[in-house]
């Protein structure tokens, strides 16, 4: 188990850049990490990867310096253990409404006593059993794995306060599309209602000492980075569509 530098990052109270790739690729990784991003959100819950290859990104995300956190299909134990086992330095999970939800997802990531994660000799990332031993992995593991929880419902943003008390989350991450849909605005992040929920959101996240994480682009960065948010990622499609049209706006001119 690797060190988490982009978890060592929002400790230190500054903020990790990072961007989701949501289509099967390894190289996509690759430039993203050479582009100079902190992080990857390798994300299987709206894209179409796959669990082997989503271990390939993984390796391309260490190979080339960042951390590679998945965001997995559900927010089921099995689906979170299963890309954990597969090397990756944390998860952002979906759908996440209730402290138990939320502590269901630190058990799914986290080795210990009673229902926490399931333990097996020789995966990748104890280096397959040759590096060390398991008792200094599980400790390592603990230490730099990350747990981010998505908060996208209504309900979630109704019981924020009950989930920030849970151990063992590291970011809470409010979702604004899902978000927007649930109170009845979809697609619309900026309906009233929804911004309000937003702003109040963010507000009892900081308060309470938390990290707060949000999606954000190149017209909002500012707003976002101001607001608190230290975990932030931008799309990938986002960045190839603000390039491709600056240079055919320079282009066709």
């Not at 400790?11 to 902190?38: K, N, R, T």
């Not at 269901?104 to 994660?117: L, Y």
């Amino acid at each position: 188990m690797k060190t988490n530098r982009m978890k060592s990052k929002l400790l230190a109270g500054e903020a990790a850049l990072g961007c989701s790739i949501m289509v099967p690729s390894p190289q996509m990784v690759e430039m993203v990490g050479h582009a100079g991003f902190d992080w990857v959100l390798i994300d299987m819950e709206h894209g179409t990867i796959d669990l082997e290859t989503a271990e390939l990104m993984i390796m391309a995300a260490e190979a080339s310096g960042i951390t590679p956190i998945v965001r997995p299909k559900t927010n089921h134990k099995e689906d979170i253990s299963r890309v954990m086992d597969r090397g990756a330095m944390g998860v952002q999970v979906p759908h996440v409404n209730s402290a138990e939800d939320a502590r269901q997802a630190v058990s799914a990531v986290k080795f210990g006593p009673g229902d926490n994660r399931s333990l097996a000799a020789g995966t990748r990332p104890d280096s397959y059993g040759l590096s060390s031993s398991m008792a200094e992995f599980i400790k390592h593991s603990n230490e730099q794995t990350l747990v981010c929880v998505q908060l996208e419902h209504v309900a979630a943003i109704e019981n924020v306060d009950e989930i920030l008390s849970v151990e063992g989350v590291d970011v809470f991450f409010i979702g604004p599309s899902d978000l927007s849909q649930s109170m009845g605005h979809p697609g619309n992040p900026k309906a009233e209602s929804v911004k309000n929920a937003i702003e109040r959101t963010l507000l009892t996240i900081t308060s309470a000492g938390k990290i707060p994480g949000m999606p954000a682009s190149v017209d909002n960065l500012d707003a976002i980075l101001s607001s608190g948010v230290r975990y932030i990622y931008t799309h990938l499609p986002k960045l190839v569509g603000a390039a491709a049209s600056e240079f055919l706006k320079k282009g066709r001119a």
